[in-house]
């Protein structure tokens, strides 16, 4: 018998001890519960009261006595199909984290309840974040883009600053125009996440990409003068050197800009196409 159905038998024991109106330990004194006999109904349970324990492993007799309590009680009322199995194990993360509750009045379902309210409020939060952040920041003075290279005619900027995202997006017609998508994009670049950088040519925005990590990400050519192809790999070679070896993905030159570019590169990714969000 290996160790986990030994674990199992040991866990069976007890849930059939409270079931029949006793504590884990075999100790008298609680009413019993009339629970579903079938093998599912008790095999769902012991699975549960399993997952519980690995949640809550240095669980008391008492935490766990009244959790197989709750788990019962709250199947028999709710039947194995009206709550989302990611619901329960919301409930049982919910008293693993909250050890104090476990023994309180404090139903299964009402656990339940409140894990999905506490998951709507974070959802709703990560939703806000983004914009609120990004409001802050436009309130805040806006420095130039920072110039990484200069070469003939083409620059290469970093962009950081919410007011440059929205300027360079609405050169090139994308989501980065829009501030509530745009919003998305500065949060990864406050965060450390991304970098945004742009190359010009004068006033003519040529290209847009973002470095993450070990990689570039998500590139975006609105014009391609000549020169460009060169100006990418110089771009590149002085990114490598400033900031480390970027070699996960080559730049990225789309198919349709490969004749006016010269020569070939790998496929990443482009940046805000129609509809995208960040």
């Known amino acids: 018998m290996t160790s986990i159905s030994r674990r199992l038998l040991r866990l069976r024991t007890k849930v059939a001890n409270v079931l029949g109106g006793k504590t884990v330990s075999g ?23 399993d997952q519980f324990l690995s949640m809550h492993p240095n669980a008391t007799d008492a935490e766990l006595t009244a959790i197989i309590r709750k788990l019962a009680v709250f ?7 009206e ?46 974040r983004p914009r609120v952040l ?3 920041s436009m309130r805040e003075p806006d420095p130039a883009p920072v110039v990484w290279l200069q070469h003939n005619t083409f620059t290469l900027s970093e962009l950081v600053h919410p007011e440059h995202l929205l300027t360079v997006g609405t050169q090139a017609g994308n989501c980065l125009g829009r501030p509530h998508l745009a919003a998305g ?15 010009t040519q004068g006033e003519l925005l040529c290209a847009l990409f973002m470095l993450g990590g070990s990689e570039y990400l998500e590139w975006s050519y609105l014009n391609t003068p ?10 590149v070679a002085a990114l490598d050197q400033r900031v480390g070896p970027h070699g996960v993905n080559p730049p990225f030159i789309p198919e349709k800009f490969r004749r006016e570019l010269g020569g070939d590169a790998n496929r990443t990714g482009e940046t805000c196409r129609p509809g995208d969000a960040p």
């Not at 199947?75 to 199909?81: E, F, N, Q, V």
């Not at 500065?186 to 996440?193: D, F, P, T, V």
């Not at 000549?226 to 771009?235: A, C, H, I, Q, T």
């Open 134 to 136: 990004f409001r802050a």
């Open 226 to 235: 000549e020169g460009l192809r060169d100006f990418v790999s110089r771009s």
């Open 75 to 81: 199947m028999i009322r709710h039947g194995r199909d």
């Open 185 to 199: 994009y500065w949060l990864r670049i406050s965060e450390g996440r991304g970098r945004l950088f742009a190359i």
């Open 83 to 128: 709550f989302l199995p990611e619901e329960i194990i919301g409930g049982l993360r919910w008293f693993a984290g909250r050890p104090g509750a476990i023994t309180s009045k404090l139903g299964f379902g009402g656990a339940v309840r409140l894990k999905r309210d506490e998951r709507i409020r974070i959802l709703r939060e990560c939703v806000r």
């Open 27 to 49: 100790h008298p004194g609680l009413a019993p519960i009339t629970y579903p006999r079938t093998p599912r109904s008790r095999l769902l349970l012991l699975r549960w009261t």
